[in-house]
């Protein structure tokens, strides 16, 4: 699915939505795990703290990657789980680093915010 | 379809909704979720809930789903109650652990609703199968007042008491979980016990399970130098699977194994029972362009077992 992921909207389809309910739950979390991430992400910049800010955004990626593609959401689902991937990776060699992870953790806070900005409208 | 209960295990509520939804669709509706291993086990060991079958997830903070595995291993009402993991990609290289920790099998994560309809389908068997012997084994322990166990000598049944020994069915499963490329690097080596029919037929399920767990403990010392897994495979048969693409030499292991069930001489001969001799065949291991399936690997180690024990 590209940008636009709005699965059980389609004009043709008037039945109802089995999976509407677990979706709208979906992106009341989401919601507050866009928020998260962005104060995680100031938490990183400060050295101490970047360890234990990034394994916290790599468990919100993980909770993502565990569901976004069954309800829909393949894209967010893709980038939630390469960054959990990656994270788990980095922590494992002990290099978790800011700037290594930083681009996708936009990309997934990105796509996150559009599927929310969808939802809102 | 038996009627089945299943507890969940998993930290996410998303993924505990979303497990409920798939699982009702396909006719399992008889579903606990929790959110914790801690809470898991309190339900676990409130004899008033009995659960069939567990689905954990690996990745959960405080307590693993691997470490809940093993906890719930150790009670006494569910030893044998098939256990699924639920393992993201990232997660797939510690499924080994789990299968240590004494799980039958795993699913993917994000689940696919045809993946999991297949494994529940195998859990569902599993169990009828159990059903079915447990009536028989009520029926002649009220019989004949003994304590029964009914297998037969084909079957491949668990064994317990060696802690790298694993159900056949969960070895087939974490072969399966390797891949081409980490399949490559292991090795698979059969062992057969050249006079199991002779144990099958002179004891009684319980003895001929117990020279089994015999045979598999001197299989593991033979092996202690290598990462390993091993499995009764039926017919007096075993398989290892060791973590490491090597080369055996099966005379060497085969006189080790015989050193350790000597010690065992005098003990099978009060109970007239033969003691265990074992062929070793030759190490077997996965071609990388040829593409070895897992089954084709292990039926290649068991023919070469049985090969060794006819030019023996």
Same mark, same amino acid.
């Given at each position: =699915?590209? =940008?636009?992921?709005? @699965?059980?909207?389609?004009?043709?389809?008037?039945? @109802?939505?089995?999976?509407?309910?677990?979706?709208?739950?979906?992106?009341?979390?989401?919601?507050?795990?866009?928020?998260?991430?962005?104060?995680? =992400?100031?938490?990183?910049?400060? @050295?101490?703290?970047?360890?234990? $800010?990034?394994?916290?955004?790599?468990?919100?990626?993980?909770?993502?990657?565990?569901?976004?593609?069954?309800?829909?959401? +393949?894209?967010?689902?893709?980038?939630? $789980?390469?960054?959990?991937?990656?994270?788990? +990776?980095?922590?494992?060699?002990? $290099?978790?680093?800011?700037?290594?992870?930083?681009?996708?953790?936009?990309?997934?806070?990105?796509?996150?915010?559009?599927?929310? +900005?969808?939802?809102?409208? | 379809?038996?009627?089945? #209960?299943?507890?969940?295990?998993?930290?996410?509520?998303?993924? %505990?909704?979303? /497990?409920?939804?798939?699982?009702?669709?396909?006719?399992?509706?008889?579903?606990?979720?929790?959110?914790?291993? !801690?809470?898991?086990?309190?339900?676990?060991?409130?004899?008033?809930?009995?659960?069939?079958?567990?689905?954990?997830?690996?990745?959960?903070?405080?307590?693993?789903?691997?470490?809940?595995?093993?906890?719930?291993?150790?009670?006494?009402?569910?030893?044998?109650?098939?256990?699924?993991?639920?393992? !993201?990609?990232?997660?797939?290289?510690?499924?080994? &652990?789990?299968?240590?920790? &004494?799980?039958?099998?795993?699913?993917?994560?994000?689940?696919?609703?045809?993946?999991?309809?297949? #494994? /529940?389908?195998?859990?569902?068997?599993?169990?009828?199968?159990?059903?079915?012997?447990?009536?028989?084994?009520?029926?002649?322990?009220?019989?004949? &007042?003994?304590?029964?166990?009914?297998?037969?000598?084909?079957?491949?049944?668990?064994?317990?008491?060696?802690?790298?020994?694993?159900?056949? %069915?969960?070895?087939?499963?974490?072969?399966?979980?390797?891949?081409?490329?980490?399949?490559?690097?292991?090795? !698979?080596?059969?062992?057969?016990?050249?006079?199991?029919?002779?144990?099958?037929?002179?004891?009684? &399920?319980?003895?001929?399970?117990?020279?089994?767990?015999?045979?598999?403990?001197?299989?593991?010392?033979?092996?202690?130098?290598?990462?390993?897994?091993?499995?009764?495979?039926?017919?007096?048969?075993?398989?290892?699977?060791?973590?490491?693409?090597?080369?055996?030499?099966?005379?060497? /292991?085969?006189?080790?194994?015989?050193?350790? %069930?000597?010690?065992?001489?005098?003990?099978?001969?009060?109970?007239?029972?033969? %003691?265990?001799?074992?062929?070793?065949?030759?190490?077997?291991?996965?071609?990388?362009?040829?593409?070895?399936?897992?089954?084709?690997?292990?039926?290649?180690?068991?023919?070469?077992?049985?090969? !060794?024990?006819?030019?023996?």
């Amino acid at each position: =699915m590209s =940008m636009s992921e709005t @699965p059980g909207h389609s004009a043709t389809t008037t039945r @109802p939505d089995p999976l509407g309910a677990i979706r709208q739950r979906f992106l009341a979390l989401a919601d507050s795990y866009s928020v998260e991430i962005e104060i995680l =992400m100031e938490d990183a910049a400060d @050295p101490a703290q970047t360890a234990e $800010a990034l394994g916290e955004v790599g468990a919100i990626a993980h909770r993502v990657a565990g569901v976004a593609a069954t309800l829909g959401f +393949e894209r967010l689902g893709d980038l939630a $789980a390469r960054l959990d991937r990656q994270l788990t +990776e980095a922590r494992r060699q002990g $290099a978790l680093s800011v700037d290594s992870h930083d681009g996708l953790i936009r990309e997934f806070h990105a796509a996150m915010e559009d599927l929310l +900005e969808r939802g809102r409208r | 379809m038996a009627p089945m #209960r299943i507890l969940a295990v998993d930290d996410d509520p998303v993924f %505990l909704l979303l /497990l409920e939804h798939i699982l009702s669709s396909i006719g399992y509706t008889d579903l606990r979720c929790v959110g914790s291993g !801690a809470e898991a086990l309190a339900l676990l060991r409130d004899r008033q809930n009995s659960f069939d079958c567990l689905l954990l997830d690996i990745d959960m903070p405080e307590m693993t789903g691997i470490e809940l595995c093993r906890r719930v291993r150790s009670l006494p009402d569910y030893r044998d109650t098939p256990v699924v993991m639920i393992t !993201a990609m990232k997660t797939l290289q510690y499924v080994e &652990g789990a299968f240590r920790a &004494g799980a039958n099998d795993y699913v993917h994560k994000p689940v696919d609703e045809l993946e999991i309809r297949t #494994r /529940l389908r195998m859990v569902g068997d599993l169990l009828d199968e159990r059903r079915r012997r447990a009536s028989v084994e009520s029926r002649i322990s009220s019989d004949f &007042g003994l304590p029964a166990v009914n297998i037969t000598f084909e079957e491949a049944f668990p064994i317990t008491e060696v802690s790298s020994t694993i159900a056949y %069915l969960a070895l087939e499963n974490y072969a399966l979980t390797l891949g081409r490329l980490r399949l490559y690097g292991h090795t !698979a080596v059969a062992f057969k016990v050249v006079n199991a029919e002779g144990i099958f037929c002179s004891t009684d &399920g319980i003895g001929y399970i117990d020279t089994m767990a015999n045979v598999a403990a001197a299989v593991d010392g033979a092996l202690k130098s290598y990462t390993h897994l091993i499995a009764y495979a039926g017919k007096g048969e075993f398989i290892a699977m060791i973590s490491q693409r090597c080369e055996l030499d099966p005379y060497a /292991l085969q006189d080790a194994i015989e050193m350790t %069930l000597e010690r065992y001489e005098r003990l099978y001969q009060t109970l007239n029972i033969p %003691l265990p001799r074992v062929c070793v065949g030759e190490a077997q291991h996965a071609g990388f362009f040829t593409r070895t399936s897992v089954s084709s690997l292990m039926r290649d180690a068991r023919e070469s077992a049985r090969r !060794a024990m006819a030019a023996r």
